[in-house]
């Protein structure tokens, strides 16, 4: 009898903490964290439903969940609506620990603080970056923009405004050859010389201290090269692969799978790939990753006065 009361006040006792957590459900599985790709295998990222682990070795804390384990990959994540100005105004803690690691070639994948840094590469896109900054600037988010040199040229009016809104800007290479660090140091530099000329015509007071490869094909030549251009290497720790629609589909399929790789794998530090160019369903899923990432961490553009650790 006297167990059974012990019992049921451990069992309230958990359910209490349960409604007073201020964690996000889709966020506390540590289990979800191998569904992002941290630094050097990209291959191994998400899988589709990250997480169908009821893991009973691993984790002896028991969860107050009133349902049986169900594998469906339940994402309470609640989505923002498709259209309208977005809000930030909530705040939440997450406890998880810091980012580690190195990237391919010696890059960086994390801020070297707490800050976590998104990045936006392939543009500028005429339809979808505009969409990102706007966003950004609803939130008051800074954000590090990872541009093409070619496309950079063709839309000086977009690098102006990424620039203008205080983003940090990033050279993506010319035309993003992933094959980039097989042609030799001397394409490199004209490479990368060229894209940044690209963008530095229309923001000459920019400056551009960050460089990162082509599909993150990172060669220690070519981290080297960039080196001596003034620009450090950036990797990612998170990826939520918003490229491979063969793997997670297109639309809201693609979203939820965004938005629930991001939650899960972010941890302080992280820097967080996504894409901007030709990518609307990462633009969607931001809509609602912004609200809940500003609420968790400080979101910082990339620094350009002090070089990352
Ligand atoms: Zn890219």
Same mark, same amino acid.
């Given at each position: ?18 409604? =007073? ?5 889709? &966020? ?29 070795? &691993? ?7 009133? +349902? ?23 705040? &939440? ?6 980012? =580690? ?14 800050? #976590? ?30 541009? #093409? ?18 983003? =940090? ?33 229309? !923001? ?18 070519? !981290?080297? #090269? ?6 450090? +290497? ?24 965004? !938005? ?50």
């Amino acid at each position: 009898m006297r167990r059974r009361i012990a019992v049921s006040a451990v069992v309230l006792l958990l359910g209490l903490a349960g409604c =007073t957590s201020t964690k996000d459900p889709a &966020a506390s599985p540590s289990a979800t964290s191998p569904s992002v790709s941290v630094a050097p295998s990209p291959s191994d990222s998400p899988s589709p439903s990250p997480s169908p682990s009821p893991s009973p070795s &691993a984790s002896p804390s028991p969860k107050p969940t009133p +349902s049986p384990p169900r594998p469906p990959s339940p994402k309470p994540t609640k989505t923002t609506p498709a259209s309208g100005p977005i809000s930030c105004t909530g705040t &939440a803690t997450l406890n998880r620990p810091r980012a =580690t690691g190195t990237g391919p070639g010696g890059s960086i994948l994390r801020t070297g603080t707490d800050a #976590v840094a998104l990045t936006f590469d392939d543009g500028p896109d005429p339809i979808n970056t505009p969409k990102i900054l706007d966003m950004l600037r609803q939130c008051g988010v800074k954000a590090t923009f990872c541009l #093409v040199g070619f496309r950079a040229r063709d839309r000086p009016d977009l690098v102006r405004r990424i620039h203008e809104e205080g983003h =940090t800007l990033c050279n993506h290479s010319w035309q993003h050859l992933t094959d980039l660090g097989k042609r030799g140091r001397d394409y490199m530099l004209k490479d990368l010389r060229a894209t940044n000329s690209a963008i530095l015509k229309t !923001v000459p007071d920019a400056k551009i201290a960050y460089f990162r490869a082509p599909g993150g094909n990172f060669t220690t030549e070519m !981290v080297q #090269v960039a080196k001596e251009l003034g620009m450090q +290497s950036i990797y990612w720790h998170v990826d939520p692969r918003d490229w491979d629609s063969s793997s997670y589909g297109k639309g809201s399929a693609m979203v939820r799978h965004i !938005v629930s790789s991001v939650e899960g794998g972010v941890r302080p530090g992280s820097i967080i790939l996504s894409h901007d160019n030709g990518k609307p369903d990462t633009i969607t899923a931001y809509r609602t990753l912004l609200p809940w990432l500003k609420a968790r961490f400080d979101l910082i553009g990339l620094p350009t006065d002090t070089p990352l650790p």
